[in-house]
């Protein structure tokens, strides 16, 4: 007896351990900051704004992109009084991409696209118009793919030895569909599959990319989210919590660094990032490890969320129902 517990408890996991050091791919890798060309997209205000400040305040040489040029110049001058660092602004909308490769152009080879720019319309689909769908679609994901078209062949060819990346910020909502959130989940898990196949095709480049998946973040988005969000997307989505921008974008950029293809931001985007691995590349061994061995308790606790999250659907129904009969 005690021989079949030294294997099952320390043998066992011991040869799990050389064997993920040895199977996964792509392997560990740095990725510096300080001195490079950082281009960052929705960097105006919320978590691009923070992702400008920090990654300025590191050494890095700074360029945001968004819509509004009137927004982009209070960004540079928050930045400039913050750190004395100047940063290069561009307006340009990322569904446009001749636009887009303008600016990327301007800004010259880029080190570490990194792609936080995103609208979101919490609403069901039927109340939803399609003019609110398409446009969700074309800025989450065309808008992505736009930039990354436009910034590839200067990436691939930059004389700089060092690593590249291109990160994308995703969502919570690109892990797990919530109520409410149809468009906005499609064009966010459409962004994984994306950065699934993008690893493949740059990796042999010394390009590495980084899945960024924040939680509800307070952002001046945030309120008029809130103000048109379902009561039930509220009540499911409500245990999710909210971070800061300035501590998304310090999880993020950490993330970058480090080359980690799933970044995660807190407690409960860890647990998700777990249950939700897949085939997503792992570059550490141990995290590996973590995810092979939790898969099956993860896959307990998800089917138990789906089981409040579909209660708390069933009691909201049934409520409207019981009230529109004593009326």
Same mark, same amino acid.
């Given at each position: ?15 799990? =351990? ?19 060309? &950082?281009? *960052? ?48 602004? !561009? ?8 636009? &887009? ?37 074309? &800025? ?57 196949? =993008? ?11 980084? =899945?960024? !998946? ?14 048109? %969000?379902?009561?039930?997307?509220? *009540? ?20 970058? %660094? ?18 939700? $691995? ?6 550490? !061994?141990?995290? $590996? !490890?973590?995810? &092979?061995? $939790? ?19 069933? %009691? ?12």
């Amino acid at each position: 007896m005690a021989d079949a517990y030294f294997f099952l408890f320390f043998l066992l996991p011991l040869l799990l =351990l050389v064997v993920l050091y040895f199977l996964v791919k792509p392997r560990p890798v740095k990725i510096p900051i300080k001195n490079r060309h &950082v281009f *960052i997209t929705g960097g105006s205000s919320g978590i691009g704004l923070a992702l400008a400040h920090r990654a300025a305040a590191e050494g890095a040489r700074v360029s945001i992109l968004a819509r509004s040029l009137g927004k982009l110049e209070e960004a540079r001058n928050v930045i400039r009084l913050a750190t004395g660092i100047e940063v290069a602004v !561009f307006a340009a909308d990322v569904r446009d991409f001749e636009a &887009v490769k303008r600016a990327v152009d301007e800004a010259g080879p880029i080190d570490v696209l990194l792609l936080n720019h995103g609208v979101f319309v919490a609403l069901e689909l039927e109340k939803m118009e399609l003019s609110e769908i398409k446009f969700t679609m074309d &800025v989450n994901l065309m808008g992505t793919l736009n930039l990354i078209k436009a910034a590839l062949p200067a990436m691939k060819n930059r004389k700089d030895p060092l690593p590249a990346s291109i990160a994308l910020v995703s969502s919570q909502a690109g892990q797990a569909g919530i109520y409410g959130y149809v468009a906005y989940s499609a064009s966010k898990f459409g962004l994984r599959g994306l950065a699934e196949a =993008l690893q493949q095709e740059v990796i042999a480049d010394n390009i590495h990319v980084s =899945l960024i !998946f924040p939680p509800d973040t307070d952002t001046p988005g945030l309120a008029e989210e809130n103000r048109r %969000k379902p009561e039930l997307t509220k *009540i499911i989505a409500a245990s999710s919590g909210c971070m800061t921008a300035e501590k998304v974008a310090q999880k993020a950029l950490d993330g970058i %660094k480090s080359g980690s293809f799933i970044v995660s931001c807190n407690l409960e985007g860890i647990a998700l990032s777990l249950a939700t $691995a897949g085939l997503s590349p792992q570059r550490s !061994f141990l995290m $590996a !490890f973590v995810e &092979v061995v $939790a898969a099956g308790i993860l896959r307990i606790v998800a089917l138990g969320m789906q089981w409040t999250w579909y209660g708390s659907i069933e %009691k909201y129904h049934s409520q409207r129902k019981g009230s529109t009969r004593s009326s």
